[in-house]
């Protein structure tokens, strides 16, 4: 399996074109101050700066049009590196790079290009504006890539959505030794329950009542403790099954701290069965049954905020997760698994639905990435220990028209209805703030 | 069916760099599928570019190959060295080649490369002389570079000019005999090659352009010329590098349509079924002109060596090839010249040209009618020839650049790469 690579990243946004990492690397690869010797290079005028660097491609071009076998991608460190010694000067790589990776230093008389300066960039730490960085992409698919995946290949489910990445991760981040409860949903209906007698998952897997998932999940948890086995409990639910009619005996284990981690993939909505509205779907939506037409405008009320109905269980640990910030995801995952070892875990992961929310399916991530960066979708976590507290600043979001109109099911929305959402979000916003002023030791 | 004939799935002809990219775009897609490759050479791959440089000994033998033996393994890849294809059976999906053996395909990539093109001069059976396509030629011609006083290089295109090069290096008095007006034409334009000229001039090299040679004969020295106009010249080494010709001896009664090339489609089809080509054997359709053209030239080798892998793999990420566009580099007596896009001022198109005599850089840029790119060509100028061949491609107007981009294609070509990109 690949392995993710470290690499320079550049935040154009945050250079102002001073050109110290310039000078730190012609400083640290030529011994001089010449910046046109540099390896990284920044144009532009004013504003905007861009940057004309290796990328060490995974695929990389100069490495194929090279004659003379000079430059080759190191498997290990990802680094396209060159060899002085079998270059012969044709310049061709320049050619076939069309990054400007790789050019001409005419001082040297050879082509140069950035190597990392072996994982230790004299470039990164010279930024003042901390417009560079060096980061592992996607380092957690390092390490999960590792285990086992405890989903069997292949899924029903719809194109581009997110709950395969979902469901794989979190079956791999807690591991064998789980039963896991999926009421009527996407979930099962996607295949963890599988098809003709076998399951689609290589753990424990039973179907239980929407009404009942977290009182069943209970028993069969603490039958495996009378016997002195340690399991994990694990419930991945809908939105449907957790906030409407699965609430009470959700309620009820979280109120009892049933030693579970339950997992809420929240898509606003029954989309499964043919995308009727929940107690989750928010205001103004499309749904088959809060439709558009000559007097209906969507769903006339708000969307019920269970994440923090949780929170007033005080259970052990609470949070709010996006598919489109997959280390956060991953932490919480973390702390959630090791808070049901001792108490109930609540888990909120939002799910945009290709098919139910009226959108291409390439563009679930962006949908997601929108609906936190316009506050629509907050990202908080809470223990009754340490209270609540954002995991991503909710200051300086955009406007709400920003996710709104990335789907269908807001298309036909009127500016009042828009109004009421825009003021929605702000006063949620202000809502969960307030709980992070009170957060306290409890 | 014979038992004894081999099966595979795919059949590739050719080792170098269009072949290479086949199989890298094959096993993309393809992790199992059986691939065959059968070469006419003797060693690992390695790319005809370098051969120049293994003649001046700067690239050591051992060291030029481009993939390893556990490449090979690797991949999954039979590789069978020494075992050009000598025979195509379209219709019966059949390839025979030199040793007598014969394989069934389910899908074919000619790749097999070019050779030179000997000029059909009086008398030139009767003499010595060298070429270089092959590893084994260059070892040929750097082991008489040596002992050679007066050598005679016939050809002034990259192969010939680099091929001079090292002679003048190694001592040898050198003419350079070029049947067009200037040198490496087709690559640099009259002002370029006049400046390669003088460097070689400057050397010592003769150069004689507008020259052609009707006579060649065995002499004491080895070989000797004589020339449209009456001049003789003596050679104790000749080297013909007037250019090269599509390897496709094979096709003859294969049904594969060929006119300069073997013509291919945009995703590097040939005109029978099952079969692709890829690389200096190719005439795919050029960029500028639209029509099928032959641009031999290793950047192009890749491109439509990937595309055919796709194509043969049934890869759905497989774009359309984009056209053929020239790209050339040149490094001569340390200096550098590098040649993007078409020569040819489109209609309605503009040239504008900077010289600078103090420095010696030149640079030439071609725009067309509506202000995109279509051309470029820089002595020790650099500038990115990858980020040029991408504003050729994507028809960017630089209209609002141009004299920006004019002044220092490298910086702004840069700056507009990276906005395109974002």
């Not at chain 1, 929407?210 to 069943?216: D, G, I, K, S, V």
């Not at chain 2, 059949?11 to 072949?19: D, E, Q, V």
């Not at chain 2, 690559?187 to 060649?216: C, H, N, P, W």
């Not at chain 2, 004299?403 to 990109?421: D, H, K």
Request: include cysteine.
């Amino acid at each position: 399996m690949g392995r993710a690579y470290s690499t320079i990243a550049f935040d154009p946004a945050k250079c102002d074109g001073c050109g110290d990492c310039m000078t730190a690397c012609a400083q640290a690869k030529t011994g001089t101050d010449d910046v046109a010797r540099s390896r990284i290079q920044i144009y532009g005028r004013e504003k905007d700066f861009e940057l004309a660097l290796c990328r060490q491609c995974a695929d990389p071009k100069c490495v194929t049009v090279c004659p003379a076998g000079a430059l080759n991608k190191d498997g290990t460190t990802g680094v396209i590196g060159w060899d002085a010694s079998k270059c012969v000067d044709c310049l061709l790589c320049t050619v076939g790079c069309a990054y400007a990776g790789i050019a001409l230093d005419e001082t040297a008389g050879h082509v140069s290009k950035c190597d990392t300066c072996d994982g230790n960039p004299a470039c990164v730490p010279a930024c003042p504006h901390g417009a560079l960085k060096y980061i592992t992409t996607a380092n957690i698919y390092n390490e999960v890539g590792d285990w086992e995946d405890l989903f069997a290949p292949g899924l029903a489910g719809c194109q581009g959505c997110n709950t395969e990445l979902l469901m794989r991760h979190t079956l791999r981040r807690v591991g064998p030794d789980t039963v896991l409860a999926t009421p009527p949903g996407c979930v099962p209906g996607m295949g963890s329950v599988g098809f003709n007698g076998t399951t689609g998952t290589k753990i424990p897997v039973f179907h239980p009542l929407l009404t009942n998932t977290a009182a069943m999940l209970a028993g069969i948890k603490r039958q495996y403790k009378r016997v002195g086995r340690e399991v994990q409990a694990l419930a991945i639910a809908g939105d449907g099954g957790a906030s409407d009619v699965g609430f009470q005996s959700l309620s009820g284990a979280a109120e009892r701290g049933e030693q579970m981690l339950f997992m809420v993939v929240d898509n606003e909505g029954y989309m499964n069965t043919g995308m009727q509205r929940s107690s989750c779907t928010p205001y103004g939506a499309w749904t088959s049954t809060t439709p558009v037409g000559e007097t209906s405008r969507g769903k006339t009320q708000d969307a019920k905020n269970l994440p923090l109905i949780m929170v007033n269980h005080r259970c052990a640990y609470v949070a709010t997760a996006s598919t489109a910030y997959m280390e956060d995801l991953y932490e919480k995952l973390d702390k959630a698994i090791l808070a049901s070892k001792t108490g109930f875990a609540y888990l909120h992961v939002y799910s945009p639905c290709t098919t139910g929310w009226r959108f291409p399916s390439n563009l679930n991530m962006e949908v997601a990435r929108k609906a936190v960066e316009t506050n629509f979708v907050m990202l908080w976590e809470y223990t009754p220990q340490e209270g609540l507290h954002f995991t991503k600043s909710v200051d300086n979001p955009l406007p709400v028209t920003e996710y709104l109109k990335a789907m269908g099911r807001f298309r036909h929305l009127a500016p009042e209805q828009v109004e009421h959402i825009q003021k929605k979000v702000v006063e949620n916003q202000k809502f969960v703030e307030r709980m992070t002023e009170h957060a306290h030791v409890g | 069916m014979d038992r004894a004939i081999e099966h595979t799935k795919y059949l590739i002809a050719g080792s170098s760099h269009a072949a290479l990219e086949a199989i890298n775009a094959i096993r993309m897609h393809d992790a199992e599928g059986p691939i065959t490759v059968v070469t006419r050479d003797s060693h690992l791959p390695y790319s005809p570019t370098v051969l120049p440089y293994v003649v001046s000994g700067k690239s050591a033998p051992a060291r030029i190959f481009l993939r390893d033996e556990d490449f090979f393994a690797r991949n999954k890849v039979s590789y069978r060295p020494e075992s050009a294809l000598k025979a195509l059976h379209a219709e019966e999906n059949t390839a025979e080649l030199a040793d007598g053996s014969s394989i069934v395909y389910e899908k074919l990539l000619l790749a097999t490369g070019a050779s030179p093109a000997i000029p059909p001069i009086p008398g030139i059976d009767t003499v010595s002389y060298h070429v270089l396509r092959t590893l084994d030629d260059a070892l040929k011609l750097r082991g008489a570079i040596g002992a050679s006083k007066q050598a005679v290089v016939l050809g002034a295109g990259l192969v010939g000019m680099h091929a001079a090069e090292n002679l003048v290096k190694a001592g040898a008095s050198v003419t350079i005999v070029e049947m067009s007006d200037q040198l490496t034409s087709g690559y640099f334009d009259k002002v370029a090659a006049d400046m390669i000229e003088q460097a070689f001039r400057d050397a010592g090299a003769k150069i004689m352009t507008g020259s052609r040679v009707v006579r060649l004969e065995p002499s004491a020295a080895g070989a000797k010329l004589t020339l449209e106009n009456g001049t003789t010249l003596e050679a104790d080494l000749l080297l013909v590098a007037t250019g090269v010709k599509p390897e496709m001896a094979y096709l003859n009664g294969s049904g594969v349509e060929h006119q300069q090339g073997i013509l291919v489609d945009d995703r590097m089809q040939t005109t029978a079924a099952n079969v692709w080509a890829a690389g200096d054997c190719a005439q795919a359709r050029g960029f500028f002109t639209g029509t099928p053209v032959m641009n031999a030239i290793l950047p192009d080798a890749t491109i439509q060596g990937r595309v055919a892998g796709m194509a043969m793999a049934g890869d759905p990420g497989m774009q359309d090839y984009a056209g053929g566009v020239p790209l050339n580099t040149y490094h001569f007596f340390g200096r550098h010249a590098i040649s993007v896009g078409s020569s040819k001022v489109p209609e309605g198109g503009e040239v504008v040209t900077r010289f600078d005599e103090q420095t010696g850089r030149y640079l030439k840029a071609i725009f067309t009618a509506d202000g995109c790119l279509s051309g470029i060509f820089g002595v020790n100028e650099f500038f990115d020839g990858g980020v040029m061949a991408q504003l050729i491609l994507r028809r960017i107007d630089l209209t609002p650049l141009r004299e920006r981009f004019v002044a220092n294609p490298l910086a702004v070509g840069r700056e507009i790469m990276s906005q395109t990109w974002r």
